[in-house]
């Protein structure tokens, strides 16, 4: 009986090393999205990614997200189904289809995360959510001399913690990024307190000409110091902060494209640790007892 009882135990607890990354996570994969005739509107603070609604995504799918998609699946990259570089899939749902709509909840730096749910994808026939995301947060921006950038190099923000990175693009225009970080799940419902993904990436914009600013750059495309200008923030200055800028509430409207990828969740260190301890004093226990008989 103690033979038994011993190595069961340590078996168990053998087993949770080494499957419990797969057992707690819900979503993996990566998924390419786009806006489809949809457009995002972006302010100095926010980002809204409708109206109008993406009308060119799958009818199921729209019918399934209440009516309006805030975008689309678009084509995954080439890798294996069930790995972090293969199409976003969900064990218990499937991989959302190609051109299926999304949902995408918007975003102010006065409504600040989590925001839950953020996305939401349909499952593989289209018949109900099959995968939800919840945004933990964005990004915080980086320096503020927008004036100084050069082609693909690196970014700006137009004030210190804008959650936007601007980038001056190969024709002269503006890149504009959204980094989030959260999780994902599988089904529809709120988030549960285990079966998590990891679930990080970006939205992008680009912006060559944009109507009501005079662009400084190539054949008159607006650069980030044009938009830092525009939403009447200091241009020259590596430490704006927000209070220095005078027209926040401006707006833009264009499309947007996004990369998002889902990996499995790693438990912690002290929680693998004490799972290889417990697993030790089992066989310990199993031998000392196997000894005495």
Same mark, same amino acid.
């Given at each position: ?39 995002? #509107?972006?302010?100095?603070?926010? @980002?809204?990614? $409708?109206?109008?609604?993406? /009308? ?29 570089? &293969? ?29 839950? %749910? ?25 320096? #503020? ?10 970014? =700006? ?5 804008? %959650? ?11 890149? @504009? ?9 599988? &089904? ?12 990080? &990436? ?10 009501? @600013? /005079? ?8 650069? %980030? ?35 998002? /990828?889902? /990996?499995?969740?790693? %438990?912690?260190?002290? #929680? ?6 417990? $697993? &030790? ?5 199993? =031998? ?6």
């Amino acid at each position: 009986m103690y033979r038994i009882e011993g190595v069961t135990l340590a078996i168990s607890a053998l087993a949770l090393i080494l499957s419990g990354t797969d057992a707690r996570a819900a979503v993996i994969g990566t998924v390419n999205t786009s806006s489809g005739v949809a457009l995002d #509107t972006v302010t100095g603070t926010s @980002i809204t990614f $409708a109206p109008p609604c993406d /009308t060119s995504a799958s009818a199921a799918s729209i019918a399934v997200l209440g009516g309006c998609a805030m975008g689309q699946v678009g084509a995954y990259n080439a890798g294996t189904l069930g790995t972090a570089a &293969g199409p976003l899939e969900s064990t218990i749902n499937g991989v959302p289809p190609v051109g299926s709509g999304i949902f995408v909840a918007g975003f102010s730096t006065s409504s600040p995360p989590p925001i839950s %749910p953020f996305m939401r994808f349909v499952n593989s026939t289209q018949t109900a959510i099959g995968i939800s995301v919840e945004l933990d947060s964005v990004g915080t921006g980086t320096q #503020t001399n927008c004036s100084t950038l050069v082609v693909n190099g690196g970014g =700006c923000s137009i004030y210190l913690g804008a %959650p936007f990175i601007l980038f001056l693009n190969a024709s002269g225009g503006t890149s @504009i990024t959204l980094p989030i970080l959260g999780v994902a799940w599988d &089904g529809g419902g709120a988030r549960p307190a285990t079966g998590v993904s990891n679930f990080s &990436g970006s939205f992008t914009t680009q912006l060559t000409q944009v109507a009501g @600013i /005079t662009g400084t750059g190539t054949n008159g495309n607006v650069t %980030p110091a044009d938009l830092q200008a525009y939403f009447g923030c200091p241009t020259g200055s590596s430490s704006t902060a927000a209070g220095s800028c005078t027209a926040l509430t401006r707006s833009l409207t264009s499309s947007n494209s996004g990369t998002f /990828t889902a /990996t499995f969740v790693v %438990p912690e260190p002290q #929680t693998v640790s004490m799972t290889l301890i417990g $697993a &030790g004093l089992c066989l310990l226990r199993f =031998c000392r007892r196997r000894k005495r008989a």
